[in-house]
């Protein structure tokens, strides 16, 4: 009776009188984890209908407050010292890469992270990944016959080559045998597709036993180079050898820095692909919005712009990229309150964070999909953050007020991505070379977009619960 007694005390949680609006759902202890777990979207709508843009749910055991206030993000994000990044940071390192660093500092790695992704060194990388996406088209079918269509998913068309091409940019890989790289691709994505169940501890014993496999197979081939006498295949000098140096530095133990090594392939390449397959999706299936991008390529061409600051000068594409970010990119971006902290939202009202709680900001739903910024909303305008006179618009109101977050894929604040700069100037680079060396269209003309695989949202980069079929082919000749 004891133990059923301090369960029901501590399952009454009851909301003082400062505190969000608070719902518990009607599963002791679960909560609302199962409908969270879900789809994140459906769920946080019927909430935010309920209690408005500020309240606390009851997940799995946690008190997880949910802000869906842009005004309010900022003051938010910025007090570090009642929000922590790092704990629930190494709760999921934990459960998706079973990977434990307990002296790890976020602000250290974010720092060195810094150091090649932006600055001079970003320059760098960014010109190796055009190489290299280059060398892997090249190699494929399509190039070597000309002439002769081929037919593949352009999910798994465009996830395979930049995830290759981005591997071959960081990572320590034998030249002389790139079919590695397929491998690392293969069981990669076996890894990819359990990593939302992983996150949220609701693996089966079967898939548990898929994703070890696949796990303890990427840190063998991710160390492969580095590790048991294979020092002298490696170069040196990639951005691989630095991390590991740098892991080093920090006096992580070895087996942990294997392990590390697979948490890095997917910061660095689980985003990438799957918004290039979304922009060439919405393209294929928006014919004006296509011929407007083959224009910007073709008119930017005939003023003999190099290929790469072609990149620099495409108003046209980076409001499609825009517009594709904001209907796909969905983080969930979650801090752990270590400090009671007031929070005053928009409209003046002040609410208590209870130390101890998950504070959780949504941005997909507002401001991305927020019906009061965004007309239309699920609908893809290719020309949303365009102005009239082809300049980026960056306008955007609700209730009057001009607001500073209308689109919000990266973040925001002190952990903003540090790789957006790459993955922007890669997918371009991708999206460019697709549509001047190939004929590219639909099986089937009236194909729709696959939906959402509902599972994913949380983790970046939404994925599609199927692929969608392309025929394409070498141009005769190159043009735009
Ligand atoms: C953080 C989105 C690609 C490296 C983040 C965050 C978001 C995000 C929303 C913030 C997380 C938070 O505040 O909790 C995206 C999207 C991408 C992308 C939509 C592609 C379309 C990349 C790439 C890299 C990268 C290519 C690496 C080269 C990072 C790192 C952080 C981060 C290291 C953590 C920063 C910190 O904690 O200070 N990303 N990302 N991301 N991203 Fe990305
Ligand atoms: O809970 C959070 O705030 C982290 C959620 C982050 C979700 C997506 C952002 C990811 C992807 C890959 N996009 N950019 C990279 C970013 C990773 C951040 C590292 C955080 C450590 C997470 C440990 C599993
Ligand atoms: O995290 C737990 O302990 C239980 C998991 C229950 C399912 C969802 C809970 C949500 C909220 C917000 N609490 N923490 C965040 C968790 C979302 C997880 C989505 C995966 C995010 C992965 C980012 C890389």
Redesign the pocket.
């Known amino acids: 009776h004891g133990i059923l007694a301090v369960f029901v005390i501590y399952t009454r949680r009851s909301r003082k009188r400062t505190e969000p609006p608070l719902d518990k759902g009607n599963i002791p202890w679960l909560g609302h984890a199962l409908e969270f777990g879900r789809d994140v979207a459906i769920f946080l709508t019927r909430m935010k209908k309920k209690h408005g843009d500020i309240f606390t749910v009851r997940v799995a055991g946690h008190y997880v407050t949910v802000l869906l206030d842009p005004n309010t993000y900022d003051d938010l994000l910025s007090d570090t010292k009642a929000l922590d990044?790092k704990r629930?940071?190494?709760l999921?390192?934990q459960?998706?890469?079973s990977l434990n660093m307990p002296n790890h500092d976020?602000l250290t790695e974010r720092a060195w992270m810094e150091r090649h992704f932006q600055g001079p060194n970003l320059m760098q990388l960014c010109e190796s990944m055009q190489n290299n996406l280059q060398l892997l088209f090249n190699a494929t079918e399509a190039a070597r016959n000309p002439l002769q269509w081929r037919q593949e998913g352009l999910f798994s068309f465009c996830y395979s080559l930049l995830f290759r091409a981005g591997y071959l940019t960081l990572f320590e890989v034998d030249r002389n045998d790139i079919t590695q790289l397929t491998t690392v691709y293969d069981e990669f994505r076996k890894f990819d597709g359990l990593l939302s169940k992983l996150?949220r501890s609701t693996v089966k014993k079967e898939e548990r036993r898929v994703a070890r496999c696949a796990q303890e197979r990427l840190w063998e081939l991710l160390s492969a180079c580095w590790l048991g006498g294979g020092a002298s295949r490696a170069q040196g000098n990639t951005w691989q050898q630095s991390y590991l140096q740098h892991l080093q530095s920090e006096s992580v133990e070895q087996e942990s820095q294997r392990r590390a090594m697979l948490?890095q392939l997917?910061?660095?390449q689980?985003?990438a692909g799957p918004a290039a397959f979304w922009l060439l999706g919405f393209l294929l299936t928006h014919p004006e919005a296509m011929r407007a991008v083959r224009a910007e390529i073709r008119s930017l061409q005939e003023q003999r712009h190099p290929l790469v600051s072609l990149q620099k000068n495409t108003p046209v594409l980076d409001s499609v990229l825009s517009e594709t970010l904001r209907l796909r990119a969905a983080?969930?971006?979650?801090?752990e309150v270590v400090q009671d902290k007031l929070l005053q939202v928009s409209g003046g009202r002040e609410y208590l964070l209870r130390r101890g709680d998950r504070v959780?900001l949504f941005p997909f739903l507002s401001p991305q999909m927020d019906e009061e910024i965004h007309s239309e909303p699920e609908k893809f305008k290719y020309d949303r953050f365009l102005n009239e006179d082809g300049t980026e618009r960056k306008d955007f109101f609700k209730r009057g007020m001009r607001m500073k977050y209308y689109n919000m894929p990266?973040?925001a604040d002190g952990?903003m991505?540090?790789?957006r700069h790459f993955?922007v100037s890669g997918i371009k680079q991708f999206v460019i070379m697709v549509l001047t060396s190939l004929d590219l269209e639909l099986c089937d003309q009236q194909a729709a977009m696959p939906s959402v695989d509902p599972s994913r949202y949380?983790?970046?980069?939404l994925q599609p619960i199927s692929d969608m079929e392309i025929r394409y082919r070498l141009k005769p000749t190159r043009s735009y």
């Not at 983080?331 to 801090?335: E, P, S």
């Not at 949380?458 to 980069?461: A, K, L």
Request: charged fraction near 5%; hydrophobic fraction near 55%; glycine fraction near 14%.
């Open positions: 990044f629930y940071a190494q999921l390192m459960r998706m890469f976020p996150a948490l997917w910061v660095t689980g985003n983080a969930l971006i979650t801090r959780c990266w973040g952990h991505c540090v790789g993955a949380g983790f970046g980069m």
